[in-house]
């Protein structure tokens, strides 16, 4: 027989004596050296252990990485500042906890989020160690391991753990939703041009098979409220409205639409919300349970920061019995989410890293984020809209736009302008979609600096 030890982490769910002797040893002796003491307030200080605990337990040796402080930012760091102007702050959280490229200025942050030093850290480690464990590791620990993940990404959201799935992207988890929404012939689905295309692209394909009709209406590039958006949706409702697509942040010019005043409007006449918080999750505060959006899909590969090949749905927990399931499964119970969530073999180290992923963005905090990613926005755009070559197509409000805004210029292709950025400026943006002139997105992040944002200016200024 086998009788070599094994080396599983324990499938505990609650820290176990010895690891909390480990955890206390290990306090000690920074203490001791007094390195702890600088680095953790006493509040810290007791999320450090329960972070150890669970670090401990839910991820055995790769998430263990916690608990030593590799993957966490240092609080000497978060103590100093973090105003949105704060240059010297912002340096040090790109230059500490980021590799970038300097050969360019990503301005594309959009299309997904770097992950953190530390977090890049722990994928790797737990890339290595999945393939060493292997089979093992899949069959024997990772049920355990990916329900404690799940919980914790709950815990996140602010809703119950049977509410969400995790995905491979927000694309999935919105397909998923679309495609197993209990729609009925005649049906319609309201959406706009500033909406997802794969999203549009799936619904149409419901209109094609005969099971739906699209509504589509053009959305103003520039509302001044959020009444003023509400009042829109509400004008293009009909009386065969079941669905109507919500994007809470536009990939195309980063419109914010209020979806919990949407969303409320829509129920008082009996009609559904489809969410997709893609771009949400990360970039702005919001409390999921709050939205009063019954269907939700989300990115952690985006603004969380999470390594590519994790996402969320979350199906408020009352509507998942009316939802068909995508990927064929019939041993799951009608009001059991994971009949939603039968896709086969699942990116292991992805899931495991989602810990990490999140305890950083936490530690960054999304309010300090949201601000910051506002002000680098704001700065470029009240630039450029005094020159009238440059149209700004995004709503300037804290409210209605953060990182995302997108311009054009008159009389030029926008493809020809994304060109241009890069190859003379080395500036990366994009061009996206938008009527007949299109525009460019311009997406900086925590890690971009004002500098950036002036060289973004002069650029732009020198093509016009
Ligand atoms: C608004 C919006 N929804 C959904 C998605 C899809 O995300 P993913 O490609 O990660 O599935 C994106 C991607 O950019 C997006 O911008």
Not at 144 to 170: C, G, H, P, Q
Not at 236 to 257: A, M, P, Q, W, Y
């Amino acid at each position: 027989m086998h009788t070599r030890r094994s080396v599983l982490p324990k499938p505990t769910t609650a820290p176990s004596i010895q690891n909390l002797f480990l955890i206390h040893s290990i306090l000690l002796f920074f203490t001791k050296t007094g390195s702890l003491k600088t680095r953790l307030m006493p509040q810290d200080r007791k999320e450090f252990i329960k972070q150890a605990g669970a670090g401990l337990v839910l991820a055995g040796l790769p998430g263990w990485a916690r608990a030593d402080n590799t993957t966490l930012m240092d609080i000497k760091d978060l103590e100093q500042g973090g105003a949105p102007d704060d240059e010297k702050f912002w340096k040090q959280v790109a230059r500490k906890y980021y590799d970038i490229a300097d050969d360019y200025i990503n301005l594309e942050n959009g299309y997904y989020g770097l992950q953190s030093k530390p977090v890049l850290q722990a994928y790797l480690k737990n890339i290595e160690y999945v393939n060493k464990e292997s089979i093992r590791f899949a069959r024997k620990v990772y049920p355990e391991r990916s329900a404690a993940i799940k919980k914790e990404l709950a815990a996140f959201l602010k809703v119950a753990d049977e509410e969400i799935i995790i995905t491979r992207n927000a694309t999935e988890a919105l397909n998923i939703a679309i495609q197993g929404y209990p729609f009925r012939n005649g049906d319609e689905v309201l959406l706009n041009q500033l909406d997802y295309f794969s999203m549009i692209e799936c619904f149409r394909m419901l209109e094609k098979r005969g099971q739906i009709k699209v509504n589509a209406f053009d959305m103003p590039l520039q509302p001044t409220t959020e009444d003023e958006i509400v009042e829109i949706y509400r004008k293009n409702i009909t009386d065969k409205t079941k669905v109507i697509l919500l994007t809470h942040v536009s990939n195309i010019n980063g419109l914010i639409v209020p979806v919990t005043k949407i969303a409320a409007m829509a129920r008082q006449k009996g009609i559904d919300t489809i969410t997709d918080s893609a771009h949400a999750l990360g970039q702005i505060p919001f409390s999921l349970p709050e939205l009063g959006a019954d269907f939700v899909g989300m990115n952690l590969h985006k603004w969380i920061g999470n390594p590519i090949g994790a996402g969320v749905l979350y199906v408020k927990k009352e509507r998942i019995k009316e939802m068909s399931s995508l990927f064929g499964d019939v041993a799951n119970a009608a009001d059991n989410i994971n009949k939603l969530a039968h896709f086969g073999t699942t990116p292991f180290a992805v899931v495991m890293t989602i810990p990490d992923s999140l305890a950083f963005h936490r530690q960054l905090g999304v309010e300090r984020i949201t601000e910051r990613l506002h002000y680098l926005k704001n700065y470029w755009i009240t630039e450029l809209k005094q020159d009238s070559k440059v149209e700004i197509v995004t709503p300037p409000a804290k409210e209605l736009s953060c990182a995302i805004a997108s311009f054009r210029i008159k009389d030029r292709k926008s493809p020809d302008i994304a060109d241009a950025l890069l190859k003379q400026h080395s500036i990366l943006t994009t061009a996206r979609s938008l009527g007949k002139e299109g525009c460019i997105r311009v997406t900086p992040s925590v890690y971009t600096s004002l500098e950036d944002m002036k060289k973004l200016v002069t650029g732009i200024r020198n093509l016009v």
